[in-house]
C-alpha cells in the first residue's frame, strides 16, 4: 500500500470521533441561536460596529469621494491628470515627480485608476491611485506637498488542493469545481513536454497541491505546485516540485527524473487540433487527396507560435502553398517547421540560435489556407514524422548529491496531499451533517 493510502487510512479511523464532537458543538450553536429571542437568523449580531471607511489603499472614504476609471486608448499620464482637474502646470509637475520613481511612458490602456476627491472641494482630486499590475500600485499624491510612491499589495498565499475531472474542458472544468483556471494553465506549462494538452479528453483528471496568491479574496495567480498527479489516456503523471541549489528545473518525476525534455508537446499554448497527421487527406482547398504529413492546429490570427526546441534557423520565407515558413533544425536528427504564419517574430532571420519555448512567428492563414490554423511539421533523418507520436528525451535527473533532499521534498509533499484532502473531505462531511441537523433559518430540525 502507497504512503499516501496507508496516512490517508489513518486519519479516516479517527474522523467519526472529530465529526461527533464538531457537530455536537454546531448544534449546540443552532439551539443556541434558536433559543435567543433577539436573534435575527442569517445575522452575526444587533449590536452596530462602529469603524471609519476607508478604502483599500488606506484613504479616508468619510472625508474624499472615490472616482474609478479605466486607461483610454490615446491617455498619456499627463492628459489623465488635466481630464481628472488638474491644470497643465500641475500636471507637469508630478510627471517631474515620477522620475527615478514611476515610469510615466509604462502607462498602459485598460489599466485601472483611482481619483480621491475631498468632499468639501469635488473639482480636483487630492490622492490619484493607479493599478501598476496585479501585485502592485502607484499612489499620487496631488496636494501642495507632491509625492509618489509604489506599494505591493499585502497579498496572502495559502496551500490549496485541487481534485478535477475533465469533463468538457480543462478550463470549464476547473471553474465548475471552484478551482482557478491559473492553475489550469500552470498544469499545461509544468507538463508541456509530457502531455499533450490538445488531446485532453473526457475522462482525465488531476490532483494538485499549490500555492494560491490572493488580494482582498481575489485570485492573483498561483505560485508553485508542490504536487500534481495528471492522469491522461488511463496514464498517471506524477510531479513534485525541488529546487537544486545549482538552479535550472523544478519539476521531476516521482524518479527524480526531469519533466523538462527536449521537445515540448505543442508549439502553441491554446485551441484545438483540425487536422490531424495522413498519407491519404483531402485538401480543403484543392479537394485533392494527398499527403498531410503534419499536424494543424486552429488557432486565432496573431497567436504566437514557439520553437519545440533549441535549434537554429535554416529557412524564413514564403514557400508558394506553405505561405510564410520558419524551419528549424534542432540537431543531426530532428527538423521542424511552422507553416502560413501571418508574420515573423521580430529581428528573425536564418541562422538565428532559437532556444525551446522562444515565439519565432504568429499564426495566419498565409499561401493554401481556408483559415487561419498552423501547419506543424517534423522530420526525422530527413522522413515525416507524426509530431503527435514523437518521443522526446529528458533532461538530466536529479544530482546523486540532491537525492536525499529530493526524496524528503516528496515526503513533505505527499504528506501535504493527505492533510489537505482530508482537511476538504472533512469540511464536506461537516457541511453536510449541519445541512441535515439544521433548517435554513438556523433553527434545530
Request: charged share 20%.
Amino acid at each position: 500500500m502507497s504512503y499516501l493510502a496507508v496516512k490517508f487510512r489513518k486519519f479516516m479511523k479517527a474522523i467519526p470521533y472529530y465529526l461527533y464532537l464538531i457537530v455536537i458543538c454546531s448544534l449546540s450553536s443552532c439551539q443556541q441561536r434558536g433559543n435567543d429571542p433577539g436573534h435575527i437568523p442569517g445575522e452575526l449580531s444587533d449590536q452596530p460596529v462602529i469603524s471609519e471607511a476607508v478604502s483599500e489603499y488606506g484613504i479616508s472614504l468619510e472625508d474624499y469621494e472615490e472616482k474609478e476609471g479605466k486607461v483610454r486608448s490615446g491617455d498619456y499620464f499627463s492628459t489623465l491628470l488635466q481630464r481628472l482637474g488638474l491644470s497643465y502646470k500641475e500636471a507637469y509637475a508630478v510627471s517631474e515627480a515620477c522620475k527615478g520613481i514611476f515610469d510615466v511612458t509604462k502607462f498602459k490602456i485598460g489599466n485601472s485608476y483611482h481619483a480621491y476627491y475631498p468632499k468639501t472641494a469635488p473639482n480636483r482630486p487630492d490622492y490619484l491611485v493607479y493599478e501598476q499590475d496585479s501585485k502592485s500600485y502607484v499612489l499620487f499624491g496631488l496636494q501642495d506637498s507632491l509625492f509618489v510612491q509604489v506599494h505591493e499589495k499585502q497579498m496572502q498565499i495559502q496551500q490549496a488542493y485541487a481534485d478535477v475531472t475533465i469533463r468538457s474542458s480543462l478550463w470549464n472544468d476547473c471553474v465548475q469545481a471552484g478551482v482557478s483556471p491559473l492553475l489550469a494553465i500552470r498544469l499545461s506549462e509544468i507538463y508541456a513536454w509530457t502531455i499533450d494538452f490538445f488531446a485532453v479528453q473526457p475522462g482525465d483528471s488531476f490532483r494538485a497541491v499549490y500555492e494560491l496568491v490572493t488580494y482582498q479574496g481575489e485570485v492573483l495567480d498561483v505560485n508553485r505546485v508542490l504536487y500534481a498527479e495528471f492522469v491522461h489516456n488511463n496514464s498517471s503523471h506524477k510531479c513534485y516540485w525541488f529546487e537544486e541549489e545549482e538552479g535550472g528545473n523544478v519539476y521531476w518525476n516521482e524518479k527524480g527524473e526531469s519533466l523538462r525534455k527536449a521537445f515540448l508537446k505543442a508549439p502553441l499554448n491554446f485551441t484545438r487540433i483540425s487536422s490531424g497527421f495522413s498519407y491519404n487527406r483531402r485538401h480543403p482547398v484543392t479537394r485533392r487527396v494527398q499527403a498531410h504529413t503534419g499536424i494543424d492546429y486552429a488557432a486565432p490570427t496573431g497567436t504566437p507560435v514557439m520553437s519545440i526546441g533549441d535549434g537554429v534557423v535554416v529557412y524564413r520565407a514564403y514557400s508558394g502553398a506553405g505561405g510564410n515558413m520558419v524551419k528549424i533544425k534542432h540537431n543531426s536528427v530532428y527538423t521542424s517547421a511552422y507553416l502560413h504564419l501571418s508574420r515573423y517574430a521580430k529581428g528573425l532571420k536564418v541562422g538565428d540560435r532559437v532556444r525551446q519555448g522562444e515565439v519565432i512567428g504568429y499564426v495566419g492563414s498565409t499561401g493554401r489556407s481556408t483559415g487561419p490554423h498552423l501547419d506543424f511539421r517534423v522530420w526525422k533523418n530527413g522522413s515525416p514524422i507524426n509530431p503527435l507520436r514523437m518521443e522526446s528525451p529528458p533532461t538530466n535527473p536529479v544530482q546523486e548529491q540532491n537525492k536525499e533532499q529530493f526524496e524528503a521534498a516528496k515526503k513533505e509533499a505527499d504528506q501535504a496531499v493527505v492533510t489537505l484532502l482530508a482537511a476538504d473531505y472533512l469540511k464536506r462531511s461537516i457541511q453536510q451533517l449541519v445541512s441535515r441537523c439544521c433548517d435554513p433559518e438556523g433553527q434545530p430540525s
